[in-house]
């Protein structure tokens, strides 16, 4: 019975995350990056490699957590998601392998991810009730390259099956990181990471944040579609991704900061490089593409999105992508008036 709802869950938060409507005011587009007109690289020599704290990644981009658990139907969304990653040769975190942590029967949809892409950089998902040896069974079950502690309060909350029980997460957290041998990575589900959030972090050790911010998908609007009567008053919540990835580094620099919520093209991707991140992750947007049309037709948008970074790091004759952190940029609007009330220089 707890399965059963657990699948049916899993699915519908697919399909209400699918849908367009959810996509609300993204706050790349209330950042300018300054066009340069002289370029001193070949296209030839520029490399999109990037270097993530300890990991080296082939490709700024990477397939942020999704799917697993549920049956079939997800299983088959992985074992496309994977294939689509090996062949572009970008990483890939699954969703979160908490379902499969507490039923083997669940572990099938994940295994097939490594099965797909023996050699691909696989980011492992719990959430952050997790203990130290579930968090290592996860990293196990996929030989993950790094490890991802989902932390979604407000999701839970608004979820009518949700979580109710916060106490201690943090302490659990420090456990993890102090006894992982790979890296492990906070993240949000959509609503971002502030700068007290950051400095809170800071100080039990993590190094690695994802900021998920607001922007694209909304797990306020997803969770409320579920509700009888929804909490709509919180569907506009969340700190937008732009600003949560400034937020952070403002209060520790030398983070590695991964930026996601609602990146939608390479650009996106190059502005989030010019704050310093040192990778960029969408979920919504790639799923999207695969359930409406295939794993051709993403593989081709991946590709696609890799040459606009290209385009973007040409533009700013950044050969190497760390080149292009600092870049000259602007902010307009609310972004411009968040970062000033929070950012005072
Ligand atoms: C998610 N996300 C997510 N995150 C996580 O850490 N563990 C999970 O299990 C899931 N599950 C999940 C399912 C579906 C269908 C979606 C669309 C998303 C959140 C995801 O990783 C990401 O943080 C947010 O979706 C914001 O990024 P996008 O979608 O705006 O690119």
């Known amino acids: 019975m707890i399965q059963l709802s657990r699948s049916k869950r899993k699915l519908e938060h697919i399909r209400h995350a699918l849908s367009r409507e959810d996509l609300g005011m993204n706050s790349f587009d209330e950042m300018e ?8 690289i070949h296209w030839d020599d520029i490399s999109l490699q990037t270097q993530l704290g300890e990991l080296t990644l082939s490709s700024p981009l990477f397939v942020n957590a ?3 658990g549920g049956g079939e139907k997800t299983e088959s969304i992985n074992r496309e998601l994977a294939i689509a990653a090996k062949e572009t040769g970008i990483a890939l975190a699954v969703g979160s392998q908490m379902s499969a942590l507490k039923d083997a029967k669940e572990r099938r949809s994940y295994e ?9 950089i696989i ?5 952050s009730e997790a203990t130290l040896d579930q968090a290592k069974e996860a990293v196990d079950m996929l030989k993950a390259d790094a490890l991802q502690i989902h932390l979604n309060v407000l999701q839970e909350l608004i979820m009518p099956e949700g979580d109710r029980d916060f106490s201690g997460r943090l302490r659990q957290i420090e456990e993890i ?3 992982m041998e790979i890296p492990v990575i906070i993240k949000e589900v959509g609503f971002g990471i502030s700068m007290e959030t950051a400095r809170q972090l800071k100080n039990v050790g993590v190094s690695y944040i994802d900021v998920a911010g607001q922007g694209g998908t909304n797990f306020s609007k997803v969770e409320n579609k579920r509700r009888k009567q929804p909490f709509e008053s919180f569907n506009q919540w969340g700190i937008p991704t732009a600003i949560s990835v400034k937020e952070v580094k403002s209060v520790f620099p030398e983070a590695h900061v991964l930026a996601s919520g609602g990146m939608r093209n390479g650009l996106d991707g190059a502005k989030a490089f010019v704050l310093g991140a040192k990778g960029f992750g969408m979920a919504g947007h790639l799923l999207r593409i695969l359930m409406k049309d295939d794993i051709e037709t993403l ?3 991946i590709d696609h ?5 290209q385009i973007a790091m040409m533009v700013l004759g950044a050969k ?15 972004t411009k008036s968040w970062l000033e009330q929070r950012l005072p220089s």
């Open 33 to 40: 990056i300054i066009h340069q007109s002289l370029t001193d």
């Open 66 to 68: 999704m799917t697993g």
């Open 112 to 120: 097939i991810v490594r099965e797909e892409n023996p050699d691909g």
């Open 123 to 127: 980011f492992a998902n719990i959430g």
């Open 177 to 179: 990181v102090e006894n």
């Open 299 to 301: 593989i081709a948008e």
């Open 305 to 309: 999105i890799h040459h606009e970074f």
């Open 320 to 334: 190497d992508t760390y080149m292009l952190d600092g870049k000259p940029h602007i902010f307009t609007g609310r």
